[in-house]
């Protein structure tokens, strides 16, 4: 079995985790929405990613909506006591699987009161403030008011640790002037590098910083140059692309998800690739290559 501790650990509010987590997003149905196809396989991968040694897992109720969760539930519950769950608050589903703002301080304390409730748990190790910005990037504005409804359910005990998703830099200032970040969840991978800044300024306050869409999203990414490198390595070029993230930075942790045992493993096992510096700097100037 895949040792993923040998990728290290990193802080996750009081907590340290290995840095090779899981994402539970893909076990809903297509678009996230909806019961999965064969739930059987769904539980499964939860456990075996627990066995494998993960200690971290981000989800959200607004996957399915309440679907996920409850398939975490029904397949970890008790959870382990070194278990870490994760999730986002800013967002709810539409009958016809919209994805739709819900961010309204009222509207972000019923969400984690959902989450609290399908998951079967009292308080929540760490809740993100999703804010909904472009559709996977940020945009510039006053979090303040939100990110206190959440502060204040923190003060309550409902929430241990604070978090933001899809942020700029001075949001995440805006919301330390308020409560402590424990985490930043933003789109990051080795194409998408506009955070290169952000990453290192987390780093060097000792807060973790959580990639969504490691390998992509819904557009896996695609490089001759990266499968190049994976050849010759014997990798595939997703463990590569998750492997660069590893060595990117300490403070990255990855949530890469799956609805496929086969491919957690796969991701596992990308906690044990070594990068020499020519090659980590061949894959730096693909993202380089991107941006020019």
Not at 50 to 65: E, L, R
Not at 210 to 229: D, K, Y
Request: net charge negative; hydrophobic share 45%; glycine share 10%.
């Amino acid at each position: 079995m895949t040792d993923i501790a040998a990728a290290g650990v990193f802080a996750l509010g009081d907590r340290s985790v290995k840095r090779m987590g899981y994402g539970a997003m893909q076990l809903a149905g297509p678009g996230v929405f909806g019961p999965p196809r064969d739930r059987g396989q769904a539980i499964a991968v939860l456990r075996e990613a627990v066995a494998a040694g993960v200690d971290h897992i981000d989800t959200s109720d607004f996957y399915g909506p309440h679907v996920v969760n409850e398939i975490i539930r029904e397949a970890l519950h008790p959870y382990p006591e070194d278990l870490m769950l994760v999730t986002k608050v800013g967002a709810v589903r539409g009958p016809d699987g919209s994805w739709n703002p819900a961010q309204e301080p009222d509207q972000l304390v019923r969400g984690v009161h959902d989450n609290l409730a399908r998951l079967g748990v009292e308080a929540m190790d760490v809740v993100n403030l999703r804010i909904t910005g472009q559709v996977h990037g940020p945009s510039e504005g006053s979090i303040g008011r939100r990110f206190e409804a959440l502060a204040a359910l923190q003060q309550k005990g409902l929430i241990r640790h604070l978090g933001l998703s899809n942020v700029t830099a001075a949001q995440v200032a805006e919301a330390q002037a308020i409560a402590p970040v424990a985490c930043v969840q933003n789109l990051y991978n080795l194409v998408q590098r506009g955070d290169d800044d952000l990453v290192d300024h987390l780093a060097a306050q000792g807060i973790a910083y959580v990639p969504f869409f490691p390998l992509g999203g819904f557009s896996p990414i695609q490089s001759s140059a990266l499968a190049e490198v994976a050849a010759e390595l014997g990798a595939t070029p997703m463990q590569v692309a998750l492997a660069w993230l590893l060595h990117r930075s300490p403070n990255i942790l990855l949530i890469p998800g799956t609805s496929s045992l086969a491919h957690l493993r796969e991701n596992l096992a990308a906690a044990e690739l070594v990068l020499s510096e020519g090659v980590l700097a061949r894959l730096d100037a693909i993202g380089r290559s991107r941006v020019e």
